[in-house]
Structure formats: structure tokens, C-alpha cells
């Protein structure tokens, strides 16, 4: 086992940050390759160095595999950490890695084109015993072979690409009449968007919730599941609110869902952390979907409810250090649900908000962690996802983590630029939210039917020009706290340490 001296980070925002931290407690040191546009970024001020890889588009700088492993064997970083997005699952980075000898902390080329193709996962997850969705036994060759599999699985069906994945390349058919133009079009578009036009089919499942068990494998063939994370508050397949554990899912379900996860993983010789994704429908059957080889945003709900850090958990493993016992037999302690922050606007169909971040206030306290990849005067740029950072709470049962979710809202501050805030504000305020009723088009039906009206928060205007006067009344305020105002206002605990009663040792 070789131990990482530097590490180099090739990714950008929140989880540049989070793995930064993880370097940090492993006394690792760290690089970050960065774009033009995000010279001043959070990332590069924390990093021990920072690199430049190329102007703003991600496919001239973080998608830059030559330059980046090139980059990791000048700087002499052991391994690459690719975050989410961009490089993480891209079989060619993890192999041109190992080429290089830099470690790629993530699966293997194999383990990753393992799960690459949907169509050979599903026969690798059937022959393993993973349950899946029933369906085409491998890529439809035509019309002919289209039609005989709906008729036998029976409509609705959904007609998916091999190449696809994360709701790309899916289309649902209702009856028989509508298969033969949804096949040549599924066909077309899967050839156009992915140079592979094979599809298969499954039966639709209608309703269903999106649970998804967190994986961890190490380097000697252990594999183990940290247990489940609910997925399903979602919009146009974009994930909005994480939460675990799933209020549908009890020890016996979380027990049978995470072998089913293990053997999966496993099928394909998985190392690193990776998620199984599944369709739960409510008779309690849960399907396999696919598997995202890499670490994921909501990350978090999972490390506050199981107590791990599964990054530092992820270059530990890369190290080739073996899984440890705290990773055996983990149940979930209390709860623990994430909100995505995001730099877009929920009264204008939630458009993208670029522009400068005025002001900023992160919520901290009791429960309360806050992963942001951005500071007070960061500049959000249209280039990216425009996700700016993750509230995640944690209470001991899902009403306090809910109470906390409102109360640290309310300590949430963000000026110049619009959010999803209001979003949240009207969620918390939604019975079936609050109850955990919903699936995965719960969302998007809601917000169609105009039933979930974003909320105006009270009295905090949004015009950058009033921003610049709250900040100001702001500071002048807390210098009248520290000193500046008449002695009934003096700060308690100024006073208290002044009588020699609030030194060090002297709280008991
Ligand atoms: C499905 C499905 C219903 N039935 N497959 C969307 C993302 C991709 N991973 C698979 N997806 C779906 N596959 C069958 N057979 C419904 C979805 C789906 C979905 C899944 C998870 C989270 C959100 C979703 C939103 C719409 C559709």
C-alpha cells in the first residue's frame, strides 16, 4: 500500500471543496486544475495549487484528459480525484490513468464499461440475480422483435437507449399503435445522441419512487452497502431533495435492496464508491436501473446518517487500504435530508441566474452542514451546473430534521442573484412533502398544476442595490455590539470575559 502525497482534483465548485477537505484531514497535499472562468473560484483559493487548464467551455479545460493526467505526472500528484460530472465515469480517464501511473480514485475501466452499456448491465445484473425491470433480453433488432417483446411484458413500456442513462434516451409507450414511430424515433435519437442507436425495452413502471443504495468496494473484492438514500423529489431529472433513510423503506427492504446493490457491484468487479440505482413501486418490489460509477451529490445525507466520510472512505481505498469493520453491518442513526441550492429563478421557470453573489449567509448550527462552492462576491457564470452549494440537515427523526430545514433556511442569505430558496420554502410547507408522500413525478406534477407556488420570503428584497444597504446596516450593527454603542447594549460575553468570568476552564 502506497500512501498519496498529492493528490489533483479535476473538478471545480462544491466538490472540488469537499474533497479538498478530505485531503486536508488526510494530511494529502492538494492540487486543482481550474478554467478561466473560474480563476477567483472558491476551490482554487483553498487548494495548496492551482492550475490553469483552459478558457471557460468544459470541453476545452475539465474535460481535458491528455493535459489533466499530464499535468498530474508534472506536478507528481499519486492519484486524480474526478468528483462527479465531467471526467468520473468515463472509462478512457480511469484507464489512461492507469496507463500513466497516476491512480484514479474511482472503479476501474472495466468496472465503469461494466455498467456503461445498459443493455449488457441488464444481462449481467439478471445472471447475478439482481432484480430488474422485465424487458427486452438484449437490444431490440427491429420493429419485428420490438413488438413481439411489448406484447409479451405488455403495455405500457418504455423503450430506453443502451448508450442512455440519467433519463436520457427514454420514451414511453402507452398502447400498441403508438411502438412502431416511437421505435424508429427512439432509434434515431439514441444514434444521434450517443453514436449508438441500440434500444431495449422494459415494462413502465407507473408511480414508482427513485431509492438508490450507496456502495463502497475496496481493492481485495469486498464490497459493502451503506444503505439507501430517497431520490425521487426530482425535476425534469434533476434532483431537488435527498433524503435518507426513505420513509418506505425498513430493515428488511434496505437489507434485501443492499444485497441486491452488493451483487450487483460486485458482478462487475466494482471498486470505489459507487450508487445502484432502483425503482421501488408501491407493492414494495424494487428494480435495478442502473449504477452510477462515481461519488455523488447528495453524498452527504448518507455520511450524516451513517457517521463515514466516504471521501476520505474513497482515496483510502484508492490507497489500497481494505475496508475496515466500521464499514460492516452500518445501519442508519436518525435522519438526515440535503437541498440542492441552485443558481436559477422559480418564478421565471426556474431559468439560470448568473451574476455576482452580493452577500452571502451559510446557515450553520445544531445539525447543520452546509457544502458550498461559492463565497460572498463569487461570480456564477453560465458555463456550468448552476448548483451553488447543499444544505443537509440531521435530526434524530424526520420532523427535526425538517424543523431544522426551515430554521436554517431562514439563517440562509443569498443576494445578486436569484435561487431555488423559495422552492424549498414551499415544499416545507406542503403536506405530502411533510408526510413523505410522493414519487418520482410527484414534483413536476405539482409545480404544473401551479399547487406548489414558490414562496416570496418576507421582506428580503432582492435588488442588489438594497443588498449593498443590508450589509452595510449589518456591519455597522455588530460594531455597535463589540463596543461602539452605550454600555447597555455591550455584548454579554464581552462583559463576562472583561470580570475574568469567561476565560478557558472556567465553564464547569
Ligand atoms: C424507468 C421508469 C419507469 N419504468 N424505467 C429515468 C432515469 C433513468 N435512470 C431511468 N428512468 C426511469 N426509468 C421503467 N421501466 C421511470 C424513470 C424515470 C425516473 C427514474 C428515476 C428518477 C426520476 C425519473 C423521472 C422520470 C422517469
Same mark, same amino acid.
Given at each position: 500500500?502506497?500512501?498519496?502525497?498529492?493528490?489533483?482534483?479535476?473538478?471545480? $465548485?462544491?466538490?472540488?471543496?469537499?474533497?479538498?477537505?478530505?485531503?486536508?484531514?488526510?494530511?494529502?497535499?492538494?492540487?486543482?486544475?481550474?478554467?478561466?472562468?473560474?480563476?477567483?473560484?472558491?476551490?482554487?483559493?483553498?487548494?495548496?495549487?492551482?492550475?490553469?487548464?483552459?478558457?471557460?467551455?468544459?470541453?476545452?479545460?475539465?474535460?481535458?484528459?491528455?493535459?489533466?493526467?499530464?499535468?498530474?505526472?508534472?506536478?507528481?500528484?499519486?492519484?486524480?480525484?474526478?468528483?462527479?460530472?465531467?471526467?468520473?465515469?468515463?472509462?478512457?480517464?480511469?484507464?489512461?490513468?492507469?496507463?500513466?501511473?497516476?491512480?484514479?480514485?474511482?472503479?476501474?475501466?472495466?468496472?465503469?464499461?461494466?455498467?456503461?452499456?445498459?443493455?449488457?448491465?441488464?444481462?449481467?445484473?439478471?445472471?447475478?440475480?439482481?432484480?430488474?425491470?422485465?424487458?427486452?433480453?438484449?437490444?431490440?433488432?427491429?420493429?419485428?422483435?420490438?413488438?413481439?417483446?411489448?406484447?409479451?411484458?405488455?403495455?405500457?413500456?418504455?423503450?430506453?437507449?443502451?448508450? $442512455?442513462?440519467?433519463?436520457?434516451?427514454?420514451?414511453?409507450?402507452?398502447?400498441?399503435?403508438?411502438?412502431?414511430?416511437?421505435?424508429?424515433?427512439?432509434?434515431?435519437?439514441?444514434?444521434?445522441?450517443?453514436?449508438?442507436?441500440?434500444?431495449?425495452?422494459?415494462?413502465?413502471?407507473?408511480?414508482?419512487?427513485?431509492?438508490?443504495?450507496?456502495?463502497?468496494?475496496?481493492?481485495?473484492?469486498?464490497?459493502?452497502?451503506?444503505?439507501?438514500?430517497?431520490?425521487?423529489?426530482?425535476?425534469?431529472?434533476?434532483?431537488?431533495?435527498?433524503?435518507?433513510?426513505?420513509?418506505?423503506?425498513?430493515?428488511?427492504?434496505?437489507?434485501?435492496?443492499?444485497?441486491?446493490?452488493?451483487?450487483?457491484?460486485?458482478?462487475?468487479?466494482?471498486?470505489?464508491?459507487?450508487?445502484?440505482?432502483?425503482?421501488?413501486?408501491?407493492?414494495?418490489?424494487?428494480?435495478?436501473?442502473?449504477?452510477?460509477?462515481?461519488?455523488?451529490?447528495?453524498?452527504?445525507?448518507?455520511?450524516?446518517?451513517?457517521?463515514?466520510?466516504?471521501?476520505?472512505?474513497?482515496?483510502?481505498?484508492?490507497?489500497?487500504?481494505?475496508? $475496515?469493520?466500521?464499514?460492516?453491518?452500518?445501519?442508519?442513526?436518525?435522519?438526515?435530508?440535503?437541498?440542492?441550492?441552485?443558481?436559477?429563478?422559480?418564478?421565471?421557470?426556474?431559468?439560470?441566474?448568473?451574476?455576482?453573489?452580493l452577500w452571502l449567509r451559510l446557515p450553520q448550527g445544531p445539525g447543520v452542514?452546509c457544502?458550498?462552492?461559492?463565497y460572498g462576491g463569487?461570480?456564477?457564470?453560465?458555463?456550468?451546473?448552476?448548483?451553488?452549494?447543499?444544505?443537509?440537515?440531521?435530526?434524530?427523526?424526520?420532523?427535526?430534521?425538517?424543523r431544522r430545514?426551515g430554521r436554517a433556511l431562514e439563517e440562509l442569505r443569498v443576494e445578486?442573484?436569484?435561487?431555488?430558496?423559495?422552492?424549498?420554502?414551499?415544499?416545507?410547507?406542503?403536506?405530502?412533502?411533510?408526510?413523505?408522500?410522493?414519487?418520482?413525478?410527484?414534483?413536476?406534477?405539482?409545480?404544473?398544476?401551479?399547487?406548489?407556488?414558490?414562496?416570496?420570503r418576507a421582506g428580503l428584497p432582492d435588488l442588489?442595490i438594497l443588498a449593498a444597504a443590508i450589509a452595510h446596516y449589518e456591519r455597522a450593527q455588530s460594531v455597535a455590539a463589540v463596543g461602539g454603542g452605550a454600555a447597555g447594549s455591550r455584548s454579554r460575553w464581552r462583559t463576562a470575559a472583561r470580570r475574568g468570568g469567561l476565560r478557558s476552564g472556567s465553564w464547569s
Amino acid at each position: 500500500m502506497k500512501r498519496f502525497r498529492k493528490v489533483l482534483i479535476a473538478n471545480r $465548485g462544491e466538490i472540488a471543496v469537499r474533497v479538498l477537505r478530505a485531503l486536508r484531514e488526510l494530511e494529502i497535499a492538494s492540487a486543482v486544475i481550474y478554467s478561466e472562468a473560474d480563476r477567483d473560484a472558491l476551490p482554487v483559493l483553498m487548494a495548496d495549487q492551482a492550475f490553469p487548464i483552459g478558457p471557460a467551455p468544459a470541453a476545452e479545460s475539465y474535460l481535458r484528459m491528455e493535459a489533466i493526467v499530464d499535468l498530474a505526472v508534472s506536478i507528481g500528484a499519486d492519484a486524480i480525484h474526478p468528483g462527479y460530472g465531467f471526467l468520473s465515469e468515463r472509462a478512457e480517464f480511469s484507464a489512461l490513468c492507469r496507463e500513466r501511473g497516476v491512480v484514479f480514485v474511482g472503479p476501474s475501466p472495466e468496472a465503469i464499461g461494466g455498467m456503461g452499456s445498459k443493455v449488457a448491465a441488464r444481462r449481467r445484473m439478471i445472471a447475478a440475480g439482481v432484480p430488474v425491470v422485465p424487458g427486452s433480453d438484449g437490444p431490440l433488432d427491429d420493429f419485428d422483435a420490438a413488438r413481439a417483446c411489448a406484447e409479451r411484458i405488455g403495455f405500457p413500456v418504455m423503450l430506453k437507449a443502451s448508450a $442512455g442513462g440519467g433519463g436520457k434516451g427514454m420514451r414511453v409507450v402507452r398502447a400498441a399503435a403508438e411502438l412502431a414511430e416511437a421505435y424508429r424515433l427512439a432509434r434515431a435519437e439514441a444514434g444521434a445522441s450517443f453514436g449508438d442507436d441500440a434500444v431495449f425495452l422494459e415494462r413502465f413502471v407507473e408511480r414508482p419512487r427513485h431509492v438508490e443504495i450507496q456502495v463502497l468496494g475496496d481493492l481485495h473484492g469486498k464490497v459493502v452497502s451503506l444503505g439507501e438514500r430517497e431520490c425521487s423529489l426530482q425535476r425534469r431529472h434533476q434532483k431537488v431533495v435527498e433524503e435518507s433513510p426513505s420513509t418506505v423503506v425498513g430493515p428488511e427492504l434496505r437489507r434485501r435492496m443492499g444485497e441486491a446493490a452488493v451483487a450487483a457491484a460486485s458482478a462487475v468487479g466494482y471498486s470505489n464508491a459507487g450508487t445502484c440505482e432502483f425503482l421501488l413501486d408501491a407493492e414494495g418490489r424494487f428494480y435495478f436501473l442502473e449504477m452510477n460509477t462515481r461519488i455523488q451529490v447528495e453524498h452527504p445525507v448518507t455520511e450524516m446518517v451513517t457517521g463515514l466520510d466516504l471521501v476520505v472512505a474513497q482515496l483510502r481505498v484508492a490507497q489500497g487500504e481494505p475496508l $475496515g469493520p466500521e464499514f460492516e453491518g452500518v445501519e442508519p442513526r436518525g435522519h438526515a435530508i440535503e437541498v440542492r441550492l441552485y443558481a436559477e429563478d422559480p418564478f421565471r421557470k426556474f431559468a439560470p441566474s448568473p451574476g455576482r453573489i452580493l452577500w452571502l449567509r451559510l446557515p450553520q448550527g445544531p445539525g447543520v452542514r452546509c457544502d458550498a462552492g461559492v463565497y460572498g462576491g463569487s461570480e456564477i457564470s453560465i458555463y456550468y451546473d448552476p448548483m451553488i452549494a447543499k444544505l443537509i440537515v440531521w435530526g434524530r427523526d424526520r420532523v427535526e430534521a425538517l424543523r431544522r430545514l426551515g430554521r436554517a433556511l431562514e439563517e440562509l442569505r443569498v443576494e445578486g442573484i436569484r435561487t431555488n430558496v423559495p422552492l424549498f420554502e414551499a415544499l416545507l410547507a406542503d403536506a405530502d412533502f411533510r408526510a413523505g408522500r410522493f414519487d418520482i413525478h410527484w414534483l413536476d406534477r405539482k409545480l404544473g398544476a401551479g399547487e406548489l407556488a414558490p414562496v416570496e420570503r418576507a421582506g428580503l428584497p432582492d435588488l442588489p442595490i438594497l443588498a449593498a444597504a443590508i450589509a452595510h446596516y449589518e456591519r455597522a450593527q455588530s460594531v455597535a455590539a463589540v463596543g461602539g454603542g452605550a454600555a447597555g447594549s455591550r455584548s454579554r460575553w464581552r462583559t463576562a470575559a472583561r470580570r475574568g468570568g469567561l476565560r478557558s476552564g472556567s465553564w464547569s
